[in-house]
């Protein structure tokens, strides 16, 4: 499992510098990913054109001027969203971006020309997206996954609709989504009773509500790939979906009745290969069961079974978790490098990057959106820069030497006074529970090893990039990541605080014994 992250300030001078920002950490991110150096250059390109798509930006008025452009343009979209349905997430997609791309509107040349769209429904997205090529935006950041929609394989309606934009010229930048360990792929095998066959007991797929002091609002999506591209065609490949509880007795369930008719609006009839069950759940064990209706799907057919919510999913597959439009292959998928549940498959994400945000008014949180966010800040200013970069030209800027992570490497061991204990490699550990002080570490590509003097975490950097103030007087100095936050340099052989932990980088002649893997994707660094 990926280790979750948690962002600490580095040192006082990290300490938030303008009262508007809604962040209290960015300083330090900005300055990690390469960031802070762009904020003292001249901009020699022109004013981009950014747009961001999300279901709900509440509350965006009163941030005009202030964490958002004055000038910022919102498209409310032809269908209005459902009353009282108050969503902020777009609001911080965007607040993030505008933060790490202006460094908190300071940096005027880089200040983009931004509009937000309510996507909220798939009319909205494609009218959202009709809009986004009529204006020629150049960027868009959409840190949303759709459960249905998709065939898995970058095809169906909703990537059809982003495959418009990308011929366009947009740089589409898409959250790879968090359903990492609460996503389910299988064939479609029916057995007795026309129950398709899942992973555990009674053909069923299981989840866990562990909430012993609350409830487990979760909703639940089966799926299967007969998504066609034009909207409008129907499928009659037929399944249901049930909840029951852990005695098989029914909670709830999702029969529609899947129609060809593309003018279908029966209630009960659904155009659309996808079943969706919402529910508030009490803790304990559940169990998904699917019923194949039709009877008429083949070797190639394939079912998905996702779950949003706070439970847990045993069986949850471990690879091609990855929803669309984060599977099309035009766009720029951003994964968090920060979270276990960031999405990930054989070719996605594209790029990995840090995702913790805190709250300036106190609170944390993470996740593949705000990745995404920051990423689009970064290739923001790259394509602000020069306008004609592409899709590609931006994905080698910043992945440039980057490799599998970890071919730059360090000094000799001779030089480090300590050895790894694998065959010539480092062999990986497990911290548990991982300090507060070494998340930041990991969530940039760290790894915890054992060496022949203690545990030690190995990195693909050199490590005095953690912090602006970090100097070395010789070359084997340590870089320590310090118990009550921050870092320090040390004499190679100098005691160090009580729980201090020593970040080196890859030596010349040693490795990794196995090799870090998360996705397809390569670490952001401008």
């Known amino acids: 499992m990926k280790l979750l992250i948690s962002f600490l300030s580095v040192c006082f001078s990290f300490q938030f510098a303008f009262a508007s920002s809604p962040f209290s950490n960015l300083a330090g991110v ?39 452009p004055a000038s910022t343009r919102y498209v409310a979209g032809p269908v209005a969203n459902p009353e009282n349905v108050n969503v902020e997430h777009g609001l911080r997609m965007a607040q993030i971006l505008v933060a790490m791309m202006t460094n908190d509107m300071q940096a005027t040349q880089w200040m983009p020309e931004l509009t937000l769209y309510n996507v909220f429904g798939f009319s909205n997205f494609k009218a959202a997206i009709d809009d986004v090529i009529a204006n020629k935006v150049d960027l868009v950041l959409y840190s949303e996954v759709w459960e249905y929609g998709g065939n898995f394989d970058g095809t169906g309606f909703i990537n059809n609709e982003v495959n418009r934009a990308t011929r366009n010229g947009v740089i589409w930048v898409n959250a790879a989504g968090n359903f990492s360990l609460t996503t389910y792929n299988s064939g479609i095998r029916t057995l007795k009773d026309d129950w398709v066959q899942l992973p555990d007991q009674n053909n069923a797929l299981m989840i866990r509500c562990e909430n012993r002091n609350g409830k487990c609002p979760v909703k639940i999506v089966l799926s299967w790939n007969d998504f066609k591209n034009d909207v409008e065609l129907g499928t009659d490949k037929d399944l249901d979906l049930a909840l029951t509880d852990d005695m098989l007795n029914i909670v709830q369930t999702s029969a529609l009745k899947q129609s060809k008719d593309p003018k279908e609006s029966r209630p009960g009839f659904s155009k659309y290969p996808r079943e969706i069950i919402a529910a508030e759940l009490s803790a304990g064990t559940y169990f998904l069961r699917v019923k194949n209706r039709s009877q008429n799907f083949v070797d190639r057919d394939q079912l998905r079974i996702t779950v949003d919510g706070e439970v847990t999913m045993p069986s949850h597959s471990i690879s091609d978790t990855i929803l669309n439009p984060a599977d099309n292959t035009t766009v720029i998928t951003v994964g968090a490098s920060d979270s276990d549940r960031s999405s990930s498959s054989k070719n996605k994400p594209d790029l990995l990057a ?69 065959p010539g490699c480092f062999i990986d550990v497990n911290l548990n529970p991982v300090p507060d002080y070494v998340r930041e570490v990991l969530s940039r590509g760290g790894v915890p090893v054992q060496t022949t003097a203690a545990v030690r975490v190995m990195v693909p950097f050199d490590p005095i990039t953690m912090a602006p103030y970090l100097r070395r007087n010789l070359l084997n100095d340590m870089i320590v990541a310090l118990p009550q936050g921050g870092y320090a340099v040390y004499p190679r ?18 490795g990794l014994c196995r090799p870090p893997s998360i996705g397809g994707g390569k670490n952001f660094h401008l």
């Open 354 to 422: 840090p995702s913790s945000i805190q709250l300036a008014g106190g609170g944390e949180y993470r996740g593949s959106s705000n990745a995404a966010a920051i990423v689009a800040a970064g290739l923001g200013i790259l394509k602000s820069q020069e306008p004609r970069m592409t899709r590609k030209d931006l994905l080698d800027t910043v992945t440039r030497g980057n490799g599998d992570g970890w071919n730059q490497r360090g000094v000799s061991l001779n030089l480090l006074e300590f050895g790894p204990t694998g």
């Open 30 to 68: 900005k300055y990690s990913l390469g960031f802070s150096p762009y904020y003292s250059q001249q901009n020699p390109g022109r004013r981009l054109k950014i747009a961001v798509l999300d279901k709900g930006f509440y509350g965006y008025e009163k941030e005009l001027g202030r964490s958002l």
């Open 493 to 510: 052989f100098a005691a160090i605080p009580p729980g201090a932990v020593e970040i080196f980088q890859r030596p010349l002649e040693a």
